[in-house]
């Protein structure tokens, strides 16, 4: 399915009067609305291959139809999302997940739709069935070396899918560790994933960057051998200025102060990029900004300050992109809505008076640095989002035209209600 521009459009001019009418009074209240426009504009989140079905739990899964059967169908969903709010121009691929049998082919179908290829994934997380060892204990960290070695020649094959993509990054997410005390020596598998990371970093053509993805817990439950930033950033350091460390939101311990965590890494240079969800209680995978919608903007306000002082560019020098599982909302819907919770938190991080702030910090007024932040967190950036999609080619209300439009379920009628995508 396409969604014709002229649909958008027309959809557009009905809710044409009342917008214009709330952005003309957040312009009427707020200086720098045009420069925040622009840099919305500019902000693209990219989507990962395996969110488009219904991820479920490891209780269930409830796939509401509809969903993509191959890749080509994954990058036509992308596409529907990207026409609604013209920021999710990219798709990220899991491999094994997501093998292109066409490079060509796949690269051109993406270009139609408006899209790049973002960071492609490994996957020595879950055996293959053509897989000749068992990463149960462990991929990279592995004691036998053949185990490693297998790792290792899976992360070189998906560096060489990404090169006929034209992606120019990868992620590497381990779920390497121990489930009990005594399982494993500490040191030496910490050795043996630097060696391991070592090899697949000089694997890498120069113009690509690796992101390492911590994350506490799960699937091993006593230790994660790439257990936090922390590790993350002391193998990153060692491997060279290509390697960085990647933060997925629901991969801490509870109540972590994720927000310093990405000020430090972008003071160090060494943030690399970010999946985006929300959680209450472990790695949830839900809808960006459903729970703690605060915290994503002080997170945001941290890499508008960090990216700023090191003058980086917000779009383009970190790898953005959103890692979720659906289970009760259809797939497509949930994206829009996390893509929509994501964009207004940057648009509030823009909104913070950062002078004021610093002045605030140097005189120790707490009272003025909790109310420049509240300041700019409550304004209602609702409009200027939706001003940057409307001039972008998008939709006012994206979610709204999703349904008035029937996108579902003309994806039923096209795939079947049986369908089942690949992925987590
Ligand atoms: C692991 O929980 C993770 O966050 C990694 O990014 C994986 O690639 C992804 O989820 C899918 O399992
Ligand atoms: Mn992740």
Redo the contacts with the bound molecule.
Sequence with gaps: MQIEKYKIDSLNSDLAASHTKKLDFIKSEIDGIEAIISKLINFQIAIPS?ALGTGGTRFGRFPGGGEPRSLEEKIEDVGLLHALNQSSGAISL?IPWDIPQNHQAIRTLATQHGLKFDAV?S?TFQDQKDQEHTYKFGSLQNVNKAIRKQAIEHNIKVIKQGIELGSESL?V?LSDGSCFPGQLNFRQAYQNTLESLQEIYAAMPSNWKMFL?Y?AF?PNFYSTTVGDWGMSYSYVQKLGEKAFTLV?L??HLPNANIEQIVALLLMEGKLGGF?FNDSKYG?DDLTAGAIKPYQLFLIFSELVDGMDARGMNHATDLGWMI?ASHNVKDPLEDLLQSVEGIMTAYAQALLVDRKALKIAQDENDVVRCQEILQDAFRTDVRAIVAEARLRAGGALNPLQVFRNLRVREHLIGERGSLTVATG?
């Design positions: 395996w899991h994934n996957n992620t997410w993805e994350k799960e997925d629901g991969h999946h790695d890692d987590l």
